[in-house]
């Protein structure tokens, strides 16, 4: 049985999502032999917003999202720049924002400068008022054009020279070099638990890689469970392996002393001592999640520091090779 893996996400925004920050707990991620760090993706943040976002139980945003987001595909290049093994991805891209044939060139360039070590994580967006903004494809129509995108993608990184016609890009033949290191292209993990999301991951994905336990989407083992099968059923309709798409599930991680209770009510998942998380880890792989990404719950730099080092020392030996 292979090894479960175990990742983390930097901040896009808040106390933890500045440049040095960033720089540190990455290059502390590829020291503690973590197997990815990935990053978020927004362009422009509209002043009014409207739509509902989708990891919330009321649909409002934060009001620190006006803080700004560092662009992902350059910091995910500096991050390659200061790591030497760990892979860097994205969770996730939001593939209608950018043409994409330059981000397919972008995305090759970066795996070939890190020797193989990229994952696209790809969206379909949510916020309409930022897709209004960049001149994107119509709003309602990103599932689609998120679809034909990743092929194209794909088609960019196997076939030399390449060309394509579709319902939103056609591309004449071209000669599209470097193709990545890794082979087959870059993997491309999408996320969301909807219906069009599950049947996106099942059909044409290399992964699934939602978000777990913000409401509404939660996620807990019994849903998970169910996600998992709906997302196999859709590659077996479309002739693939059901077992060769990465589960993958991002969560937040905290990690208390031995004996500490919860505040104020029930455990919650990933939230507790070494033990109970071990249990949670468990559960999941039984499953079928094989990568997990932490969402660090630290307030600063020495606490999520302290997490990476705490996990990879405490829990991370007892669940790298599970029984199922």
């Not at 049985?1 to 440049?19: N, V, Y």
């Not at 649909?59 to 700004?68: I, L, M």
């Not at 910091?75 to 991805?89: D, E, F, Q, Y």
């Not at 916020?127 to 194209?152: C, H, S, W």
Request: aromatic fraction near 8%.
């Amino acid at each position: 049985m292979a090894p479960m893996q175990f990742g983390f996400a930097l901040q896009g925004r808040g106390p933890l999502s500045k440049p040095e920050i960033l720089f540190k707990l990455a290059q502390k991620g590829d020291a503690l032999r973590y197997d990815s760090v990935f990053v978020t993706d927004h362009v422009v943040i509209p002043v009014e917003i409207e739509s509902a976002y989708p990891y919330s139980a009321n649909g409002r945003v934060a009001s620190d999202w006006k803080e700004g987001y560092l662009e992902p595909l350059p910091l995910m290049a500096h991050l390659a720049a200061l790591t030497k093994r760990i892979r860097i991805g994205t969770s996730v891209l939001i593939i209608p924002y950018r043409n994409p044939v330059v981000t397919a060139k972008m995305l090759a360039t970066m795996d070939v400068l890190s020797g193989g070590r990229i994952i696209l994580g790809a969206g379909v967006g949510w916020m309409e008022e930022e897709f209004q903004a960049l001149n994107a494809p119509a709003y309602k129509e990103r599932g689609r054009v998120t679809d034909e995108f990743i092929r194209l993608m794909r088609e960019m990184w196997t076939r030399e020279p390449v060309d394509f016609k579709g319902q939103y890009y056609t591309l004449g033949k071209v000669s599209a070099l470097p193709k990545p290191v890794q082979k087959g292209g870059i993997p491309v993990w999408t996320g969301g638990h909807t219906e069009p999301a599950l049947r996106r991951a099942g059909q044409v994905a290399d992964g699934w890689h939602p978000i777990g336990l913000r409401p509404p989407g939660l996620l807990e083992p019994k849903e998970y469970a169910e996600k998992v099968a709906v997302v196999r059923d859709w590659a077996r309709k479309a002739g693939r392996d059901p077992k060769a798409v990465t589960m993958s599930y991002r969560v937040p991680l905290e990690l208390r002393p031995r004996g500490a209770k919860p505040a104020g009510g029930d455990r919650i998942l990933f939230r507790g001592t070494v033990a109970e998380v071990v249990e949670d880890i468990r559960v999941y792989q039984r499953l079928g999640v094989t990568h997990f990404v932490w969402d660090l719950t630290a307030s600063d730099l020495k606490g999520a520091l302290a997490l990476l080092e705490r996990f990879a020392r405490d829990v991370r030996p007892k669940v790298q090779r599970l029984p199922r």
